[in-house]
C-alpha cells in the first residue's frame, strides 16, 4: 500500500500536467508523433516529428537547425540528429520561420544542448526572448506560452547566414506573424543540386476579434502577406517544405521507410501553388470580415 501511495504521488503531477497539455493543446499530441529522420538530398535532412517539420543542413563545420517544433519535441528532435549519425553539439546555428510554440517551443532546449547561436527576425526575437507572444500577433491572447530563448540575435531580411559552406538565406514572408521567415538554400548530392525553400506558414488564423481589414496593433498584415506571396512565386524551388508538414504534402512526396527519390520529391511548382492557395485563403477571410460574398 505505501508503494502504491508512493507511486500514485510520483506520476499523478505527470498525469494531471498531461492532462492539462491536452486541454491547452488537443492538437500537440497528434503533432508530436515521433517520425524516423531521414535525408531529403544531400546535406539536407528531416529531423522533426511527424506532424511539425525540423530540417538539419550539414556540413563538416558544423551544422544549422530550422525549426524546433513543440518543447516536448526537443527530445525527439535530438535523438533524431544522434539517429543519422551527427551529433547535436555540432549544431552551431538554430533558425526559426515563426515565433509560436509549436515551432519555436523546443529551441530553448537545443540551444542547450549544444551551445549554438539563435538568429531571428527582428520581431521574433523579442518573443522568443519573452516566451510568449505579443501585442501584433494575429493570434495574441490565444498562443501559448514556451521556454525563453537566451541571447538570440537579429538579422535583416535577405541576409545570408552561413556555417561553413553552409548559406540559407533569410526570406521576408510575414503576415501569419509579423516576423515570419522563409528560409532558401541549395543542396547538392552525385553532381545534382536542388534549391529547397521552407516556406512558412501563411495561413490567416487569428484570435477571435482580430480583423487583417483594420488591425490597429498589425495595420500592414494584408501588405505583408502579399509580400510574402510574391516573395514565394518568384523564388527558385526545387524542393518545397514547410512547418507543419501536410501544408505541403511532404508525406505524400516520400515512401512509407522515409526514402526521398529525386522524382517524388522534386516539385518546382510548389512554391507558386502554395502562395497560390494562401491568396485564396487570405481573400477569403477578408471577405468574412468585410461581409462580402466569398469569392
Not at 525527439?76 to 553539439?89: M, Q, S, T, Y
Not at 514556451?146 to 541576409?159: E, Q, T
Request: hydrophobic share 40%; aromatic share 8%; with cysteine.
Amino acid at each position: 500500500m505505501l508503494v502504491r501511495r508512493a507511486l500514485l504521488a510520483l506520476f499523478l503531477p505527470l498525469s494531471i500536467a498531461g492532462a492539462q497539455r491536452a486541454r491547452e493543446c488537443p492538437s500537440c499530441a497528434e503533432w508530436n508523433a515521433p517520425h524516423r529522420p531521414f535525408r531529403l538530398h544531400g546535406d539536407t535532412y528531416f529531423v522533426g516529428t511527424h506532424g511539425l517539420s525540423a530540417i538539419l543542413i550539414t556540413s563538416p563545420a558544423g551544422h544549422v537547425l530550422i525549426d524546433a517544433a513543440l518543447p516536448e519535441s526537443a527530445p525527439l528532435i535530438r535523438a533524431n540528429i544522434e539517429a543519422l549519425g551527427f551529433r547535436v553539439r555540432d549544431v552551431k546555428l538554430i533558425v526559426n520561420s515563426h515565433a509560436h510554440f509549436d515551432h519555436a517551443g523546443g529551441v530553448a532546449e537545443l540551444q542547450r544542448a549544444s551551445g549554438a547561436r539563435v538568429l531571428a527576425s527582428a520581431w521574433s526575437t523579442e518573443v522568443m526572448t519573452r516566451g510568449k507572444s505579443v501585442l501584433g500577433d494575429p493570434q495574441y491572447g490565444t498562443v501559448l506560452d514556451y521556454p525563453a530563448v537566451r541571447g538570440v540575435k537579429a538579422f535583416d531580411f535577405g541576409d545570408t547566414l552561413r556555417v561553413g559552406p553552409i548559406a540559407i538565406v533569410a526570406r521576408a514572408t510575414p503576415g501569419h506573424t509579423p516576423g515570419g521567415t522563409s528560409w532558401s538554400w541549395r543542396s547538392c548530392e552525385a553532381g545534382r543540386c536542388l534549391d529547397f525553400v521552407y516556406a512558412d506558414s501563411q495561413t490567416p488564423v487569428s484570435s477571435d476579434g482580430f480583423l487583417y481589414t483594420k488591425s490597429a496593433a498589425y495595420p500592414g498584415a494584408l501588405a505583408d502577406f502579399e509580400r510574402g506571396h510574391a516573395t514565394l512565386e518568384r523564388l527558385s524551388c526545387d524542393v518545397l517544405i514547410t512547418p507543419h508538414p501536410t501544408a505541403s504534402s511532404l508525406w505524400e512526396r516520400v515512401t512509407q521507410n522515409g526514402e526521398t527519390p529525386a522524382k517524388s520529391l522534386v516539385d518546382r511548382d510548389g512554391c507558386k501553388r502554395y502562395a497560390a492557395t494562401a491568396r485564396r485563403a487570405l481573400a477569403q477571410r477578408v471577405a468574412q470580415e468585410r461581409g462580402d460574398r466569398a469569392p
